[in-house]
T-cell receptor, first 110, second 115 residues
Framework: EDQVTQSPEALRLQEGESSSLNCSYTVSGLRGLFWYRQDPGKGPEFLFTLYSAGEEKEKERLKATLTKKESFLHITAPKPEDSATYLC???????????FGKGTRLSVIA | NAGVMQNPRHLVRRRGQEARLRCSPM?????VYWYRQLPEEGLKFMVY????????ESGMPKERFSAEFPKEGPSILRIQQVVRGDSAAYFCASGKGGSGSNEQFFGPGTRLTVL
């Protein structure tokens, strides 16, 4: 069965303290790995798609990387506005449904 | 605003009533996905539709739940005879479909409360 596991469940950082979030997956024939950000009471906001091992993508203070078994979301010098739940997901087959991890709740303290 | 639209944003129903949730996909998207998020749980897939077709409903309970995406108008997720356990946030996502493009973009969700 396809699975996505995220760690840690929660992470508390001081403003400016860089760290990484992990997403490990087991899926046959990866067709992309997706990162989303979700704020309380809102829908997931698309951040990145990674398709192949070694690929990296960046957006502001965030950088996502992908290996054959896991992905990392690196947060450099975070700010309080980066506080959110970060979700990782993989499609099970083709264009069909995403399997989500339970997310990492990030809190950045000023 | 070309984003995914959902309405209502909040819906309160009493046990036994029907709930109808609507989703308009992003312009140019013909694939719609419904997900449910229970408190303290992750997003779970329910159903995947294209215009006038249900492609995959493997995540949707067989009783009381149905979905459609008509040729004209929004996609609708219908829950009949709601129970307290149906209380959750329901999210719709849309995508272009086709090979090499499987990104999904989410709407703001409908928060269903069953009294």
């Amino acid at each position: 069965e396809d699975q996505v596991t995220q760690s840690p469940e929660a992470l508390r950082l001081q403003e400016g303290e860089s760290s990484s979030l992990n997403c490990s997956y087991t899926v046959s024939g990866l067709r992309g790995l997706f990162w989303y950000r979700q704020d309380p009471g809102k829908g997931p906001e698309f951040l990145f798609t990674l398709y192949s091992a070694g690929e990296e993508k960046e957006k502001e203070r965030l950088k996502a990387t992908l290996t054959k078994k896991e992905s990392f979301l690196h947060i450099t010098a975070p700010k309080p506005e980066d506080s959110a739940t970060y979700l990782c997901a993989v499609p099970t087959r083709g264009n069909t449904p995403l399997v989500f991890g339970k997310g990492t709740r990030l809190s950045v303290i000023a | 605003n070309a984003g995914v639209m959902q309405n209502p944003r909040h819906l309160v129903r009493r046990r036994g009533q029907e709930a109808r949730l609507r989703c308009s996909p992003m312009k140019g998207h013909s694939h719609v996905y419904w997900y449910r998020q229970l408190p303290e749980e992750g997003l779970k897939f329910m159903v995947y539709l294209q215009k006038e077709n249900i492609i995959d409903e493997s995540g949707m309970p067989k009783e009381r739940f149905s979905a459609e995406f008509p040729k004209e108008g929004p996609s609708i997720l219908r829950i009949q005879q709601v129970v307290r356990g149906d209380s959750a946030a329901y999210f719709c996502a849309s995508g272009k479909g086709g090979s090499g493009s499987n990104e999904q973009f989410f709407g703001p969700g409908t928060r269903l409360t069953v009294l």
